[in-house]
């Protein structure tokens, strides 16, 4: 099942950023020319965060040894053996991953059915993603967000994911031809929101 | 995009600090960024005391002090504007705290329990008003140019894993810190890598 778990917009290109989905550590990643990635938070040397790790030439690099992995998850330079052959198995845990209505939507292999189907194709961006320490479930069931993770309310998109067994993300987008006032209300009623939550 | 090498004159500030504590490495961060050539000494009290600034004979201590000491001499303008809605006295406090609980963390060996929740309740509002000022088309708390408030601020957002609080539930604090990464002239620490 797709599970929304950032904005778009908070993957910038060539850069890195860590997610965790029900305490499942992810990074999410994207090449110099936009492509995203997600794979497991693990480098499959010695174990470091690859979040913590930069992207140089459509390649992620993990920040200890430098190993670096290509958009095929394939491990492709182990800088300490410059002229080594690196085998294939030397890879990336993968996650499946998409965009669409500008969030970013990942599924673990062996549960990647189809995207959830949306009320319209109403072009969308991403507002912002916020932090509530309450458990997804609970969150859940006092917005009314279902399984799938996402609702629609006047006129914007919640997505819902639940980082750990404490926390949980909201992760807010509005049509792109929303106004810059209607952005800011929006914004305004996502921290109270938050705050109404938290105080449940 | 490299930052004009300060020059450090034999009448250039001198900071007493520690090269593990935050608030020295706020004042070295914040030279390096203005472009204020600062000589220091390693000065081990300044990891509880807090840093020392002796400029033109006279010693100054506190952060925000210092920051503001360094900003007279800094050659862009921006750097002494202070950020709107009281944001410099609040990242000081901000900064203050974190230090103090960074420190037990430290001195314990291991994350204590509390300071998880505490890290939130300091950060919390940063995150806020770096969401705000992103959607309104500013990356640090002020405006375009980092002031004072985003160095004071800085150390708590790029090391509130040490408190337990990870980045991915802070995306605008993320932003922020890449941004300032981004900076000429920018610094490490130890917790803080420079890659972009």
């Known amino acids: 099942m797709w599970t929304p778990i950032a904005l778009s917009e908070d993957v910038a290109a060539g850069t890195a950023a860590p997610a965790r989905l029900g305490g499942a550590e992810i990074v999410l990643w994207r090449d110099g020319d936009g492509l995203l990635q997600a794979w497991e938070d693990r480098c499959p040397h010695r174990g470091m965060r690859l979040s913590f790790g930069f992207v140089r030439e459509g390649r992620l690099t993990c920040l200890?040894?430098?190993?670096?992995?290509d958009a095929s998850a394939r491990c492709r330079l182990i800088p300490a053996h410059p002229e080594l052959k690196v085998p294939g198995t030397i890879r990336a845990n993968p996650w499946h991953v998409r965009e669409r209505a500008g969030l970013v939507w990942v599924a673990d292999a062996a549960d990647a059915d189809a995207l959830p189907?949306?009320?319209d194709d109403t072009p969308m961006r991403g507002l912002r993603s916020l932090a509530v320490r309450r458990p997804r479930a609970a969150v859940a069931a006092q917005t009314g967000i279902g399984a799938g993770g996402w609702i629609w309310r006047d006129g914007a998109l919640i997505g819902l994911h639940g980082a750990d067994d404490?926390?949980?993300?909201?992760?807010?987008?509005?049509?792109q031809s929303a106004t810059a006032e209607a952005r800011r209300r929006t914004m305004g009623e996502a921290t109270a929101l938050r705050d109404a939550l938290e105080a449940a | 995009m490299t930052a004009p090498a300060a020059l450090v004159t034999d009448t250039a500030p001198v900071l007493r600090g520690w090269g593990l504590d935050d608030r020295s490495?706020?004042?070295r961060l914040g030279a390096a960024l203005m472009g204020v050539g600062l000589a220091?000494?390693?000065d081990r009290r300044a990891e509880v005391q807090g840093p020392v600034l002796v400029r033109h004979g006279r010693d100054i201590v506190g952060v925000r002090a210092i920051l503001r000491a360094l900003a007279d001499d800094a050659l862009h303008p921006g750097w002494a504007e202070p950020a709107a809605e009281g944001w410099e006295e609040r990242a000081a406090v901000i900064g203050e705290r974190f230090s103090t609980l960074r420190r037990a963390c430290?001195?314990?060996?291991?994350?204590?329990t509390g300071s998880a929740a505490e890290a939130w309740t300091?950060?919390?509002p940063l995150e806020d008003r770096l969401a705000e000022q992103h959607e309104a088309g500013a990356a640090f708390l002020g405006g375009a140019h980092p002031a004072i408030a985003d160095l004071l601020a800085f150390p708590a957002a790029a090391l509130s894993h040490d408190l337990r609080l990870p980045h991915d539930l802070v995306p605008a604090t993320r932003r922020f810190i890449r941004a300032l990464r981004a900076w000429p002239g920018f610094l490490t620490m130890p917790g803080i890598a420079h890659y972009q």
Do not use: D, I
């Open chain 1, 117 to 119: 189907t949306l009320p």
């Open chain 1, 64 to 69: 200890y040894h430098g190993w670096q992995f």
């Open chain 2, 106 to 112: 430290l001195a314990a060996g291991r994350p204590e």
């Open chain 1, 166 to 175: 404490a926390t949980s993300m909201l992760h807010l987008a509005l049509p």
């Open chain 2, 122 to 124: 300091l950060l919390r």
């Open chain 2, 40 to 42: 220091w000494l390693t």
């Open chain 2, 25 to 27: 490495y706020t004042v």
